[in-house]
């Protein structure tokens, strides 16, 4: 999903350090979009430049810890 939307409250990440949070490659970032399995959207904010939502990195984080905990 890509997204041409711009909030000037929303802390933006590099793909350098969304790769840092989730522990996994630039290639690996790059093969999910490639794919179409992102887990969450990507901000075009230039020609060749792309960012990510903070926030929706977590959430994603959290969405996964959440549906990997064993239910009562």
Not at 23 to 50: D, Q
Request: charged residues 25%; proline residues 6%; contains cysteine.
């Amino acid at each position: 999903m890509e997204l041409n939307l711009y909030d000037m409250n929303t802390e933006l990440l590099t793909v350098k350090e969304v790769c840092k949070i989730l522990n996994v490659s630039v290639a690996t970032i790059y093969r999910w979009e490639a794919e179409g399995n992102l887990p969450f959207p990507k901000l075009k904010i230039g020609p060749s430049a792309v960012r990510f939502r903070k926030s929706d990195v977590y959430d994603h984080i959290e969405g996964s810890v959440q549906s990997q905990s064993p239910s009562a």
